[in-house]
């Protein structure tokens, strides 16, 4: 039985312009142990495919599947309590903008406390020693002082740090990290990524990683699905991808990292069109 | 030789932080005397470790916060903020592109009002001109029209990115400062927005700042690249110096550690892993 498995998900948003498909009949496999890697353009329903997964859309937001199931029971169906369990314990998610979801008002470190409480039996004192362990997991320089710092006192990268320490804390089943390295300098960046596939070895747990970064998904992933404006563009394990890739959005994305730029201009969203197109007539002559 | 639009020498800045479980506060160094002139119409890309003091400087050159010590020169005008504040055609003619774009737009605020606002403010433009303006900026940002009236909570991470390059750029300042701008956007928006970067300095002479973490972005913007480490300027030199010859340590394992996107370093991986 999958970890998690969503079939044929459908995101709509009311919106004063009309309403807004934002994602258009997708599917989602993933196994404990494995990592899968969500690809794909700006504003391609990445993060709006996992935050409803996790019940976190708005109002405005009308979501429909044929199947949303963890551990093979629908999250739709959950009793509410017994779903608020699972979120948050047996799922835990870092969101994609971590200072504006860390709360500006607590320490990190009584942040993280939270997180434990809720989700072991640690004694206070033990806790006190996990906090210090986790951010320490994370590379925050001092951490016995850093405790006590706000987040608008850490760095960007910091915050980014801390938000994935808090994610982590609970040891959970299926973590969904949406870009968690955007602001992490390359060395850092492997510290983190590092950190996220050993617990996932050790642990068991499922990874989905939202990355728009083609080293970070050769460099995890096993499977690899690519999304293009709402639509799922191509499912692949990760060697297919990048060998043999099927889907000329993904042949695009592959030819055009930035050290494949041709004179001054870098290839852009129209260029893309184009060689998606004649990638198009190639194939239907 | 053109007189440098920007001019920093010895910069400085202090946080002080709580103790902690020591229970005793200290002073943290973000930024430890740091000192580069950039050129009108030129890049500074500022590279290093998270937490080296990029955002710190990032916001001392605009003015956000005062420097503990040192001075940044704009325009041949001495800045001092905490002295003597800063005059509206400085803030101006000054702009940030913030790292955290959520927390600099007022959810309240729909998108074209934060994109008609500098215009509002600064010029004498009409409403409809302003409206125009706006529409136009969306395009070049390579959001639809439709986005005009919606609020900041309704983007994806990527698209609000853009919105704050967007209101940046409507005024076009004489120095931009851009900490992390396209971090969040894959490779064919970010080659957007790259691009608009590079027809705007060309057309207005502009001068940016640039602070990114992305080695392949820094190679595509930059004239000049610093990289920081622990609060220090510890390499400064043009890009093709830094690029074909790094010299300090950490510059040299910044290179070493770019993640491999190719098929035998995928297959190595895939090898080495146990079998589930
Ligand atoms: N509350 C909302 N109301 C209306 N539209 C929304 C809302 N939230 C998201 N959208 C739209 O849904 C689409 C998908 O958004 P999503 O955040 O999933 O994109 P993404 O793939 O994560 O992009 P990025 O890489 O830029 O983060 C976008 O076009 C976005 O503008
Ligand atoms: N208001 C503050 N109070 C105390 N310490 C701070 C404050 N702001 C930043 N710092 C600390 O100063 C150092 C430099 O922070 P800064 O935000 O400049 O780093 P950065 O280079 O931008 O990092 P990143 O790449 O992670 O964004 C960090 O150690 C940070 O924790
Ligand atoms: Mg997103
Ligand atoms: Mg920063």
Redesign the interface.
């Known amino acids: 039985m999958a970890l998690l498995e969503i079939r044929n998900l459908r995101v709509e948003?009311d919106?004063?312009?009309g309403p807004?498909r934002a994602l258009d009949g997708v599917d989602y496999t993933v196994e404990g142990?494995?990592v899968l890697a969500i690809?794909?353009?700006?504003?391609s329903g990445?993060?709006?495919a996992m935050l409803a997964v996790m019940g976190l859309l708005?109002e405005s937001a009308t979501v429909s599947a044929d199947l949303m199931a963890f551990e093979g029971i629908d999250l739709r169906t959950m009793p509410a309590a017994e779903r608020r369990k699972v979120i948050g314990k047996d799922i835990a998610m870092i969101f994609?903008?971590p200072?504006?979801s860390l709360n500006p008002c607590f320490t990190i470190?009584f942040q993280l406390d939270e997180v434990l409480k809720a989700h072991t039996s640690l004694s206070r004192k033990a806790r006190k020693d996990r906090v210090i362990e986790l951010l320490e997991s994370v590379g925050i320089?001092d951490p016995?002082?850093?405790?006590?710092?706000f987040p608008h006192?850490m760095?960007?990268?910091?915050c980014q740090?801390v938000m994935i320490a808090i994610a982590t804390a609970c040891e959970p089943k299926l973590l969904i990290a949406?870009?968690p390295t955007?602001?992490?300098?390359?060395?850092?960046?492997?510290q983190i990524l590092d950190l996220l596939t050993d617990m996932q070895?050790d642990t068991g747990m499922g990874l989905i990683m939202i990355t728009?970064?083609?080293?970070?998904?050769?460099?995890t992933a096993d499977r690899v699905v690519v999304q293009y404006k709402g639509k799922q563009m191509e499912t692949a394990d990760?060697?297919t991808l990048?060998?043999n890739p099927s889907h000329p959005y993904t042949k695009?994305?592959l030819s055009?990292?930035?050290?494949n730029?041709t004179g001054?201009?870098?290839?852009?969203?129209a260029?893309?069109e184009a060689m998606m197109q004649a990638d198009v007539r190639e194939v239907q002559p | 030789m053109s007189a440098p639009i920007l001019k920093v020498r010895d910069l400085k800045r202090d946080?002080v932080?709580?103790?902690?479980?020591?229970g005793k506060s200290?002073l943290l160094h973000a930024v430890k005397g740091v000192s580069f002139d950039v050129e009108r119409g030129s890049t500074l890309a500022v590279?290093?470790?998270?937490?080296c003091g990029?955002?710190t400087l990032a916001r001392m050159l605009t003015m956000i916060d005062p420097p503990t010590a040192g001075t940044i020169e704009i325009d041949g005008e001495g800045i001092d903020i905490a002295a003597h504040g800063v005059t509206r055609e400085m803030r101006q003619a000054v702009q940030i592109v913030f790292?955290?774009?959520?927390?600099s737009l007022n959810p309240r605020q729909k998108i074209g009002a934060v994109l008609e606002e500098p215009l509002l403010l600064n010029t004498s433009m009409s409403a409809a001109e302003r409206r125009d303006a706006a529409l136009a900026m969306l395009e070049k940002v390579?959001l639809p029209p439709?986005h005009y009236?919606?609020y900041p909570?309704?983007f994806?991470?990527?698209?609000?990115q853009?919105v704050a390059i967007a209101r940046a750029i409507m005024l076009r300042p004489k120095l931009l400062v851009l900490?992390?701008p396209v971090?969040?956007?894959?490779?064919?928006?970010?080659?957007?927005i790259?691009?608009l970067l590079?027809d705007l300095q060309d057309e207005f002479e502009l001068t940016y700042v640039f602070i990114s973490?992305d080695?392949?972005?820094v190679?595509?913007i930059a004239d000049e690249v610093m990289v920081m480490y622990f609060g220090e300027a510890v390499e400064h030199g043009t890009r093709d110096q830094v690029f074909s010859d790094p010299q300090h340590d950490y510059t040299k394992?910044?290179f070493a550690?770019?993640?491999?996107?190719?098929?035998e370093?995928?297959?190595k991986?895939?090898a080495a892993k146990?079998a589930?």
């Open positions: 948003f919106t004063a312009a807004f142990g494995e690809v794909g353009e700006s504003g990445k993060s709006v708005p994609q903008e200072i504006a470190g320089p016995l002082r850093r405790v006590s710092a006192q760095s960007g990268g910091q740090r949406d870009e955007t602001a992490l300098d390359v060395t850092i960046q492997k070895r728009h970064d083609m080293g970070v998904v050769a460099e990760v060697l990048f060998e695009a994305l055009a990292l930035p050290e730029a001054d201009r870098l290839p852009t969203v260029d893309y | 946080y932080i709580s103790g902690g479980m020591f200290k590279v290093g470790e998270s937490g990029k955002s790292q955290n774009p959520y927390g390579g439709e009236g919606r909570h309704m994806s991470g990527g698209q609000r853009r900490d992390e971090s969040a956007l894959d490779l064919s928006v970010q080659a957007q790259l691009n590079r973490h080695l392949s972005v190679r595509y394992t910044l550690a770019t993640p491999r996107a190719d098929v370093s995928i297959k991986r895939l146990p589930a």
